[in-house]
Structures are given as C-alpha cells and as structure tokens.
C-alpha cells in the first residue's frame, strides 16, 4: 500500500482554519461581513473575554433557509460564485465559503436564523463533528455565537495574547468595517459594557467622527479624483495632524478595507514637504475600479489585494493628495526635530555693530563686601560716595549673595538647543535633548528592572482623546506606565487624563497631547516579558520620547543643575543609540577663527 492518504473533512478543516481563523478578531470580521453582505441594516456584536469565551454577532439581514443554514458550514458553500468567470467580478465581502467552515472547525457555534417569509427560525448547534437541527423562535436575520474559540486546538490557544490586545484587534475589524458603511447601525459591547453604539450616520465624515472623535473628522478634507482608471474619494489629514504613532490610515475598494504599503508611500510623497520625517497624517481613501482590473483573491484573509495597474493608481492618488493639501492652503509644516548645528556669528559685522548690539548698562559692586560683617572703621559704607554705576557702594555688593556656584552660574543657554560651558582646556557645548536622553535612559532602565521612578504631578490634568483601542493600550500596560513615572487615568471608552509625567518631562499641554501619541506607539511594540535586550530597546523608546518632551533649562543655573545629572550618569559623552552629547572646542580652535 501506498503511504499517502487523504485526510478527513474535520482535519482538514483544522488545517484550513489557520489561515483564516488566527484570533478572535478574524471570527469577528468574518461574521460582521457575512451580516453586511446579508444586507443587514443592524448589526450588533457582543464580546465575552476579548472573544475567548464568546463572540456574538447578530443581524437583522435576509437569514437563511433550513437547508442553507446547515450547508453554510461545509466548505466551499457560497452562494457569490459559481463559475471561474465570477472571481473577475467580486463586488461581495466574501465568497470561498471557507470562513465558517474554518470557524465551526475550532469552536462551538450556535446559529439561529429567520428568513422574512418564514414562520419560524431555525437553530443549528455545531460542535466537533456533531450537527444537530431543530426549528425555534427567533426574529430575521442571523444570530451566531462562537463559544471557546480553539478549544480543540490548546496550543493556537495558548498564543494568544492578554483579554485589551486581543480586544484591541477586534475592535481594529469592527472600525474597519463599520467606517464604509454609515448606512448600518453598528454596535460593540464586550463583557457588558458598550464600546460602541453607532447609529445610522449622515454622511462618511459623520461616522468617522462617531467612531474616531471629533478631533480626527475635524483635521481632514475631502479628496477627490475621477480619471478613467480609479476613482478616489475620502478624506485625508491636515499636515499638523500628523503623528509618529501609525493610527487612522485607511484604504478601501469597493467598501473593503485593504492594506498597501505601496499606495501608502503614494500618500507620503504628497506630504512629503508638509510633514516632518517619521510623522503620518490620517487618512481615509476610497477607491473604485473596475472589479476585472483588480484581484482580491490572493490571500485567505483577503486584506491584500492586486491592481491591474497600480503604477497609475500610484500617481493619481499621490497627485490627487497634493491638490487637496494645495487647495486647502496649508504650508510646509516646520520640522521641530531637526536638530541643527551651532551657528557661528558672521565674520561680516564690525567690532562696533556686535558692541552696540550687546552692550548694556554694568552696574559697579565690591564683590568682597559683607553687609553682615562687623567693622571697626568709623566710616560706614552707607555714607561711601556714589560710584559710576549710580549705585551706592553698600547696594552694589548684595548681588553676590544670591551667586550660584560655579558650576552653575557659568553655563550658558544657547537658542534653547545647546548649553556652553567653560572648561580648562577651551568651551564645552551640550546637546540639551540628547543630554536628556541619556538622564532619562539610565531613569527609565533602573524603573524597568524595578526600581521606582519618580513622577512630578501636574496641576492642571491633561485630557487626551485616544480612541477605544488605544485606550486599551493604556489600560494593558498601566503597571508599567506607573512604574515609570506616568500617572494616566482611564476617561470613558476613549480617553485618558494624564495627571503626572516622569521627572523632567513637560506638563504643558501641547507637549502631553504629543507624548501621548508617542505612547501609544511605544506600547504596540512592548513585549510583556522584558527580557535584558528588550529592556533596554523600551528604556531607550521611552528616553528618547523624554527628550523630545523635556524641559529647556530657562537660566545658567537649571543649566549647571542638567549638567550636573548629566555628569552623574555612567555614560555622559553618549546617547543610547550611540550619538555624540558633549563637544570640546579647543583654545586652539578658537584662536584659528581670530
């Protein structure tokens, strides 16, 4: 006998499973775009355990009759195609007819569903390779609950991440798929309590508000574009709105969501003078071609897609982007992370064009003067006559007890970038962010390995409009955040009031709303087990974020004081990654340039 063999329904089922059913966001998905495709007007989803325990999905959609209610779940029934003729002419959510197969293969599913003329409902409860049918009461549309997801599979089980990422990841589908669709009431509850409630929008710009915030829908405009090739509508984002943290960047064709790097970089070459390097602006786009000129059927989750032309549809958007940007009248944004050079005078200036620029009136004092010392003479210093200055002698000389200490007093603040310093063998010139970069690294290694980390309190909280499943960032990593030094409170479903930052970041407000984005980007990359290299990489995120939001010493001593810290650490001539602090300049250098 032969060694191969064919493998049975339920295994291979299994099998197929893992490519469409990878967490519970993918049953989640699948089941939202059944009930769209259903023609559903409603549709409501309900979480137990980040989709661990149960997934939920109703709808009042066209149902199904017996018969189909129990062939859904074999593989390949779909009733989208039926010939190779109708791949080239998708206009539907799915049609391989593998998603519930795949599902029912790796959990316990119970579907009940009505059809309009139907007396009755009828419920079909799968489990393993038991099918059982019976006829019930229940309203039209379809009710499916998915319950243990991948019970029979402990190990894809086990991978799964904590109950606020996995929800993260559903409530990714849910927006991705409610967004196109203002015409249907959405909704998202997960463990009783109600993420989302999302009515019939007015328009696109509506839904996206309710979804999203005002925030969001008030810092894009509208785009638009019709050649004979594509037809782009949507929204994108003014240059201010761009932020390092990826979030709200959305492409569809024909209502679906899809994912493109390439058209991605489309988007950025249009912003490409407006934005700063590393920042992205939202976006919402809207495409629709032909359905023969674009295939969506090379991968199983069908979030990648092939245009027949792509090349064209590349500069179409990129110049389509760019008109609206023009048309709106925004300028070039200013790059606040440019870090510049010290800017040496010009040469071109006489002697007495910098003395008028600098001089300033010098007040004459006796820097030995003690007005708390004893004499014996019997001339007082009060009776002394007035000097050049205009200052009597005994005023002249209270200056020097409110003197800082060298180490302070001879700093110098230089365009708020740079500190000057003297030294024994020339000046010395600090990098001020790169200085706090290395401050804040050594504070936020020693919070990582589990020391405390000390946090300043703000007197006037910030609130910050995250979105919901950022939100649940905050939420998985909170310990971590406190340990650092953030004090940051849940708000509602979406928003977060940040009430204390680590020592040395700024509470102003602009710069907390900015060093809330950077979290979240920092928080999608954090492995919950911080291993050595790890730690450092999130010491070193978290430190250069620091920087980027700390405070500029305002005066020579808060200078000599950010010096002193900086000299304190193990490294003070390096950043993490390896960049330059602390520069001499030699006598001999300076003496070249005279």
Request: charged share 25%.
């Given at each position: 006998?032969g060694?191969?063999?064919?493998?049975?329904?339920r295994?291979?089922?299994?099998i197929a499973?893992?490519?469409?059913?990878?967490?519970?966001?993918?049953v989640?998905?699948e089941l939202?775009?059944?009930a769209?495709?259903?023609?559903?007007t409603r549709?409501?989803?309900?979480i137990?355990?980040?989709?661990r325990?149960?997934i939920?999905v109703?709808?009042d959609?066209?149902?199904?009759?017996?018969?189909?209610?129990?062939?859904?779940?074999?593989?390949?029934a779909t009733s989208k195609?039926?010939?190779p003729a109708?791949?080239e002419?998708?206009?539907?959510?799915?049609?391989?007819g593998?998603?519930l197969a795949s599902i029912a293969?790796v959990?316990?599913?119970?579907?009940r569903?009505r059809?309009s003329?139907?007396?009755?409902?009828?419920?079909?409860?799968?489990?393993?390779?038991?099918v059982?049918?019976?006829s019930v009461?229940?309203p039209?549309?379809?009710n499916?609950a998915v319950r243990n997801?991948?019970?029979?599979?402990?190990?894809?089980?086990k991978?799964l991440?904590s109950?606020?990422v996995?929800l993260k990841?559903i409530?990714?589908?849910?927006?991705?798929?409610?967004?196109p669709?203002p015409?249907?009431?959405f909704?998202?509850s997960?463990?009783?309590?109600e993420l989302y409630v999302?009515g019939?929008?007015k328009s696109?710009?509506f839904?996206?508000?309710?979804l999203?915030g005002?925030?969001?829908?008030?810092d894009i405009v509208d785009v638009?574009a019709?050649?004979?090739a594509?037809?782009?509508?949507?929204?994108t984002?003014?240059?201010e709105a761009?932020r390092k943290?990826?979030?709200n960047q959305?492409?569809?064709v024909?209502?679906?969501y899809?994912r493109?790097p390439?058209?991605?970089?489309?988007?950025?070459k249009a912003y490409?003078?407006f934005v700063?390097?590393g920042f992205t602006?939202?976006?919402?786009?809207?495409?629709?071609?032909?359905p023969?000129?674009?295939d969506?059927?090379i991968?199983?989750?069908?979030t990648?897609?092939?245009?027949?032309?792509?090349?064209?549809?590349?500069h179409v958007?990129?110049?389509c982007?760019?008109?609206a940007i023009?048309?709106?009248g925004f300028?070039?944004?200013?790059?606040f992370?440019?870090?510049?050079?010290?800017e040496?005078?010009?040469?071109?200036?006489s002697?007495e064009?910098y003395?008028?620029e600098?001089?300033s009136p010098?007040a004459?004092?006796?820097?030995?003067?003690?007005?708390?010392?004893k004499?014996?003479?019997?001339?007082p210093r009060?009776?002394?006559p007035?000097s050049?200055?205009?200052?009597?002698a005994?005023?002249?000389?209270?200056g020097?007890l409110f003197?800082s200490d060298?180490?302070?007093s001879?700093a110098?603040?230089?365009q708020g970038?740079?500190?000057?310093?003297?030294?024994?063998?020339g000046?010395?010139?600090v990098h001020?962010r790169?200085?706090w970069?290395?401050i804040l690294?050594e504070?936020?290694l020693g919070s990582?390995?589990?020391?405390g980390?000390?946090?300043?309190?703000?007197?006037?909280?910030?609130?910050?409009q995250?979105g919901?499943?950022?939100r649940l960032l905050?939420?998985?990593?909170?310990d971590?955040?406190?340990g650092?030094?953030?004090n940051?409170k849940?708000v509602?479903?979406?928003?977060v009031?940040?009430?204390?930052?680590?020592?040395g970041?700024?509470?102003e407000?602009?710069?907390?709303e900015?060093?809330t984005?950077d979290?979240v980007?920092?928080m999608?990359?954090v492995?919950?087990?911080?291993?050595?290299?790890?730690?450092?990489?999130?010491?070193a995120?978290f430190a250069?974020l620091g920087?980027v939001n700390?405070?500029?010493?305002g005066n020579?001593?808060?200078a000599g004081r950010l010096l002193?810290?900086?000299f304190a650490?193990?490294?003070s001539?390096?950043?993490p990654?390896?960049?330059?602090?602390v520069?001499l300049?030699?006598?001999?250098e300076?003496?070249?340039r005279?």
């Amino acid at each position: 006998m032969g060694r191969l063999k064919v493998l049975s329904a339920r295994v291979a089922n299994m099998i197929a499973a893992g490519e469409v059913v990878q967490r519970p966001a993918s049953v989640v998905k699948e089941l939202m775009e059944n009930a769209v495709d259903a023609g559903a007007t409603r549709v409501d989803v309900v979480i137990t355990d980040a989709g661990r325990t149960l997934i939920q999905v109703i709808d009042d959609g066209s149902g199904m009759s017996p018969s189909d209610a129990v062939l859904c779940f074999e593989r390949h029934a779909t009733s989208k195609i039926s010939g190779p003729a109708d791949l080239e002419r998708i206009l539907t959510y799915g049609f391989r007819g593998e998603a519930l197969a795949s599902i029912a293969a790796v959990s316990e599913v119970t579907l009940r569903t009505r059809r309009s003329g139907d007396e009755t409902a009828v419920q079909v409860v799968i489990s393993g390779e038991s099918v059982k049918s019976s006829s019930v009461s229940a309203p039209c549309g379809s009710n499916f609950a998915v319950r243990n997801l991948f019970y029979n599979t402990p190990a894809r089980r086990k991978f799964l991440k904590s109950d606020n990422v996995e929800l993260k990841h559903i409530v990714e589908e849910f927006t991705r798929i409610a967004i196109p669709r203002p015409e249907i009431a959405f909704s998202l509850s997960h463990n009783g309590r109600e993420l989302y409630v999302l009515g019939k929008a007015k328009s696109l710009k509506f839904r996206i508000m309710d979804l999203l915030g005002k925030g969001v829908s008030a810092d894009i405009v509208d785009v638009s574009a019709d050649t004979s090739a594509v037809r782009i509508s949507g929204f994108t984002g003014r240059p201010e709105a761009a932020r390092k943290a990826l979030g709200n960047q959305y492409f569809f064709v024909g209502g679906r969501y899809f994912r493109s790097p390439y058209l991605h970089k489309a988007v950025m070459k249009a912003y490409e003078d407006f934005v700063p390097a590393g920042f992205t602006p939202p976006y919402f786009i809207f495409l629709t071609v032909d359905p023969q000129s674009v295939d969506v059927n090379i991968h199983p989750t069908k979030t990648e897609i092939k245009f027949e032309d792509d090349n064209l549809i590349f500069h179409v958007l990129s110049a389509c982007i760019r008109e609206a940007i023009g048309r709106n009248g925004f300028s070039a944004g200013i790059d606040f992370d440019t870090e510049g050079q010290v800017e040496i005078p010009a040469l071109g200036k006489s002697f007495e064009e910098y003395r008028a620029e600098s001089l300033s009136p010098a007040a004459d004092f006796d820097p030995e003067y003690n007005p708390f010392e004893k004499r014996s003479d019997a001339a007082p210093r009060a009776s002394a006559p007035y000097s050049g200055g205009g200052m009597s002698a005994p005023r002249q000389d209270c200056g020097r007890l409110f003197r800082s200490d060298a180490s302070e007093s001879d700093a110098l603040v230089l365009q708020g970038k740079y500190i000057l310093r003297k030294s024994p063998s020339g000046l010395m010139l600090v990098h001020i962010r790169r200085a706090w970069e290395r401050i804040l690294y050594e504070r936020s290694l020693g919070s990582l390995s589990g020391s405390g980390h000390v946090s300043q309190t703000s007197l006037f909280p910030v609130q910050v409009q995250v979105g919901v499943e950022n939100r649940l960032l905050f939420d998985e990593y909170a310990d971590l955040l406190a340990g650092l030094g953030f004090n940051i409170k849940p708000v509602g479903n979406d928003s977060v009031e940040v009430c204390g930052v680590p020592e040395g970041y700024s509470c102003e407000a602009g710069k907390v709303e900015a060093m809330t984005g950077d979290l979240v980007l920092i928080m999608s990359d954090v492995q919950p087990a911080l291993e050595e290299v790890m730690r450092q990489k999130t010491a070193a995120k978290f430190a250069m974020l620091g920087a980027v939001n700390a405070e500029v010493p305002g005066n020579p001593a808060a200078a000599g004081r950010l010096l002193g810290t900086l000299f304190a650490c193990d490294n003070s001539e390096f950043t993490p990654g390896g960049r330059r602090i602390v520069s001499l300049l030699s006598l001999d250098e300076i003496e070249k340039r005279f």
